[in-house]
């Protein structure tokens, strides 16, 4: 019997220092963002095919949208109300399946740039996927002109992914796949060459599968990772790196789910994240979701 109790009492305290030094991982849902949206409706017609969103640095209070596969080369901008405002097509850029946006440093020093992923092979049988990068244009812009491609393979063969994340600490491209029992890491170590096709290097895997969209706060200090049905939240420490965050449990966060929801970003300030989702068929419309920071 002493010995029963010792070992309750030895499990007991490992739970409990457990539980101090990792608050992050304590599976509540609720501790960080409001669990239900604030939802603001998309004109029909306009950006019905949405699969990447981010917002703009430069143009404040804006949103950029890309569309998925088969969509014309370009960008749409819409406000935080979801009103949509005007398109900027990307020349001589192509959209074989566009999967993913993100917004964040670049190679030029304080300078915001775009980063398109080039990323989508529903039959994993695309040799060379991409990332287009480019200075955020301005509002005023009609015409993206100068961009960089970044080709790359991955390291074991093709794969299907529709998300991705950028350091902006040191511009290592990290990319998240869909398909597998574990969605895997690849890693695309900055500089990536923009003349010769580049290798990304297995670096991990998740505990879930189906990663449709991921997000990195503006700070560095905060991911998620969104599938269709869930949302995944980690923090991340100063000099940490993005594979080595994502070992750790991560906290769902309560997500009101959207038929064909591929798209999710954060509020610059922090003070929120975004979701957006393709328009499924027989639906009318779609909705900006808002979820406010707690």
Same mark, same amino acid.
């Given at each position: 019997?002493?010995?029963?109790?010792?070992?309750?009492?030895?499990? %007991?305290?490992?739970?409990?220092?457990?539980?101090?030094?990792?608050?992050?991982?304590?599976?509540?849902?609720?501790?960080?963002?409001?669990?239900?949206?604030? #939802?603001?409706?998309?004109?029909?017609?306009?950006?019905?095919?949405?699969?990447?969103? *981010?917002?703009?640095?430069? $143009?404040?209070?804006?949103?950029?949208?890309?569309?998925?596969?088969?969509? =014309?080369?370009?960008?749409?901008?819409?406000?935080?109300?979801?009103?949509?405002?005007?398109?900027? %097509?990307?020349?001589?850029?192509?959209?074989?399946?566009?999967?993913?946006?993100?917004?964040?440093?670049? =190679?030029?020093?304080?300078?915001?740039?775009?980063?398109?992923?080039?990323?989508?092979?529903?039959? #994993?049988?695309?040799?060379? #996927?991409?990332?287009?990068?480019? *200075?955020?244009?301005?509002?005023?812009?009609?015409?993206?002109?100068?961009?960089?491609?970044?080709?790359?393979?991955?390291?074991?063969? =093709?794969?299907?992914?529709? /998300?991705?994340?950028?350091?902006?600490?040191?511009?290592?491209?990290?990319?998240?796949?869909?398909?597998? $029992?574990?969605?895997?890491?690849?890693?695309?170590?900055?500089? &990536? +060459?923009?003349? &010769?096709? $580049?290798? /990304?290097?297995?670096?991990?895997?998740?505990? %879930?599968?189906? *990663?449709? +969209?991921?997000?990195? #706060?503006?700070?560095?200090?905060?991911?998620?990772?969104?599938?269709?049905?869930?949302?995944?939240?980690?923090? @991340?420490? &100063?000099?940490?790196?993005? /594979?080595?965050?994502?070992?750790? &449990?991560?906290?769902?966060?309560?997500?009101?789910?959207? @038929?064909?929801?591929?798209?999710?970003?954060? /509020? $610059?300030?922090?003070?929120?994240?975004?979701?957006?989702?393709?328009?499924?068929?027989?639906?009318?419309?779609? +909705?900006?979701?808002?979820?406010?920071?707690?």
């Amino acid at each position: 019997m002493l010995t029963i109790r010792i070992l309750r009492v030895t499990i %007991f305290i490992s739970l409990m220092v457990s539980c101090i030094e990792s608050p992050e991982l304590s599976g509540d849902t609720n501790a960080v963002f409001e669990p239900s949206p604030s #939802s603001y409706k998309i004109d029909p017609g306009k950006i019905d095919e949405v699969s990447g969103i *981010a917002e703009s640095r430069i $143009n404040p209070g804006y949103i950029w949208a890309e569309q998925d596969g088969g969509a =014309p080369a370009e960008l749409a901008l819409i406000d935080k109300k979801g009103n949509f405002v005007k398109k900027i %097509f990307i020349k001589n850029a192509d959209n074989r399946d566009w999967e993913d946006l993100t917004i964040g440093s670049g =190679p030029e020093k304080d300078k915001s740039y775009i980063y398109i992923a080039e990323i989508g092979d529903n039959g #994993s049988r695309h040799t060379v #996927s991409y990332f287009y990068r480019f *200075a955020e244009p301005e509002m005023t812009s009609d015409t993206v002109i100068n961009w960089e491609r970044i080709s790359f393979v991955y390291v074991d063969g =093709p794969r299907d992914a529709e /998300a991705f994340l950028v350091d902006n600490t040191n511009l290592d491209i990290y990319i998240i796949t869909k398909k597998e $029992n574990k969605s895997r890491i690849y890693k695309l170590t900055y500089p &990536q +060459s923009i003349k &010769q096709i $580049n290798t /990304a290097s297995l670096v991990g895997e998740l505990t %879930f599968k189906g *990663a449709v +969209s991921a997000a990195i #706060s503006a700070d560095g200090k905060e991911i998620i990772i969104k599938t269709y049905k869930e949302l995944y939240y980690w923090t @991340k420490s &100063q000099g940490e790196n993005i /594979a080595a965050a994502l070992t750790r &449990q991560p906290i769902n966060l309560g997500y009101k789910k959207e @038929k064909q929801g591929e798209a999710i970003c954060f /509020a $610059n300030d922090g003070s929120a994240f975004f979701t957006l989702s393709e328009k499924p068929m027989f639906t009318s419309s779609v +909705s900006l979701q808002y979820y406010k920071r707690k």
